[in-house]
């Protein structure tokens, strides 16, 4: 089946408008391809390519030989400023049809395009790698060039090492040393340190981090920059993780508490609290939905959810309290407009600042500032 791609969707795929819609793993615009059809449901279907038959002039050579087969990247096949202008102009079309002329200002680039500090390996069958595209088999690798150096360097010695199969093997890289870690077998009890913005953070093998830290750095300035602290702020961090954002905002406002449902997250946030020497911020262990049960006496909020985004009872904490300034970090773009969308009647959304936190890869990082409507 030839076809040509009419145009990418957010995941990087190509499009091409039959009478349902068919995605096509690696396909740029305007390229005529012959497709093979991989999945067929009743209003889409998934293909790949069997052969280029007119490639694109964006079109590079990936460096990675694994690029296509394994599942980590989708955008290799473009150079870094082609993806950049891919992103922001992904997170224009979704804010624009679902809300409207909103702001959005420039794509924060990586300084880095190979930096992730954190990666899952798969063993199988004596097998050490990635999950093949699609499918739960796996593809063994030598390099993974989205890794920090001091990872890939591990990865040799642990190619020749015999890990139990059919497990995952979690490798996290901090300034001080590496660990290892089988999750599904036994949690090590080791920890890196990792440094963002002048704060070290003890890390244990599985709380969550961001993976590229020197991005880090930025999102958090924006964050900050947004908030725009005083001496008489008090903040609330939901979803604070292992406390990175709210530690990071500390020194600028009078108190900050961070609410978090992952224990062993909490754990680390207390000892980042001790290891940072900060007296005025607190950690709670709780399910954000609950959040109202705290009682908490605040004046501005940052929100850092997963990919799911805001619940229905903390959409209506957020609405029932008319913060002055509630600010949202975002790693999904489609639950972040669903979420604003629902504050909308009662904070006005100022900006979103898209951040490449993923170079390489289809996600992008947003950070989107909301004021409370005055009256």
């Known amino acids: 089946m030839i076809v040509t791609i009419n145009k990418l969707d957010s995941k990087g795929r190509g499009i091409v408008k039959d009478?349902?819609?068919?995605?096509?793993?690696n396909a740029l615009i305007d390229e005529v391809v012959d497709i093979e059809i991989t999945k067929q449901v009743s209003k889409y279907a998934l293909a790949k390519v069997v052969k280029y038959i007119k490639t694109s002039p964006k079109r590079i050579k990936p460096i990675c030989p694994y690029f296509g087969k394994c599942g980590g990247c989708q955008l290799?096949?473009?150079?870094?400023?082609?993806?950049?202008?891919?992103k922001e102009d992904k997170v224009k079309e979704i804010v624009y049809r679902q809300i409207g002329n909103i702001k959005i200002n420039n794509i924060v680039p990586s300084k880095e395009i190979y930096y992730r500090n954190k990666v899952t390996f798969h063993v199988q069958n004596n097998k050490i790698g990635f999950y093949k595209l699609q499918s739960k088999n796996i593809i063994e690798i030598k390099k993974c060039y989205l890794l920090k150096k001091e990872i890939n360097d591990e990865l040799e010695n642990i190619l020749n090492k015999k890990y139990q199969n059919n497990y995952s093997l979690v490798i996290r890289s901090g300034i001080d040393k590496l660990i290892i870690n089988q999750p599904d077998l036994e949690e090590t009890k080791d920890y890196v340190i990792d440094e963002i913005n002048g704060f070290k953070f003890i890390l244990s093998p599985t709380s969550f981090?961001?993976?590229?830290?020197?991005?880090?750095?930025?999102?958090?300035?924006?964050?900050?920059?947004?908030?725009?602290?005083n001496s008489n702020d008090t903040v609330l961090d939901l979803y604070c993780g292992t406390g990175t954002i709210g530690l990071t905002l500390s020194k600028n406002c009078k108190y900050v508490y961070g609410v978090e449902i992952n224990k062993q997250a909490i754990n680390d946030a207390n000892q980042n609290k001790k290891l940072n020497n900060i007296s005025n911020i607190s950690f709670t262990c709780l399910d954000?939905?609950?959040?109202?049960?705290?009682?908490?006496k605040v004046?501005?909020?940052v929100v850092d959810p997963p990919r799911a985004g805001l619940d229905k009872k903390t959409?209506?904490?957020?609405?029932?309290?008319?913060?002055?300034?509630?600010?949202?970090?975002?790693?999904?773009?489609?639950?972040?407009?669903?979420d604003i969308k629902l504050l909308q009647d009662n904070y006005?959304?100022?900006?979103?600042?898209?951040?490449?936190?993923?170079?390489?890869?289809?996600?992008?990082?947003c950070v989107c500032l909301l004021k409370k409507i005055s009256v």
């Open 19 to 25: 009478k349902n819609p068919i995605f096509v793993d």
């Open 209 to 229: 981090f961001q993976v590229n830290t020197k991005e880090a750095s930025k999102l958090y300035n924006i964050v900050k920059k947004y908030l725009n602290l």
């Open 76 to 86: 290799m096949h473009l150079s870094y400023q082609d993806q950049l202008s891919y």
């Open 299 to 301: 004046n501005k909020v």
């Open 348 to 365: 006005t959304i100022c900006e979103i600042t898209p951040v490449d936190m993923f170079p390489q890869t289809y996600h992008i990082e």
């Open 315 to 338: 959409i209506k904490y957020l609405n029932d309290n008319k913060f002055d300034t509630v600010v949202y970090v975002s790693c999904d773009m489609m639950t972040l407009v669903r």
């Open 288 to 296: 954000a939905k609950d959040i109202n049960s705290l009682n908490l």
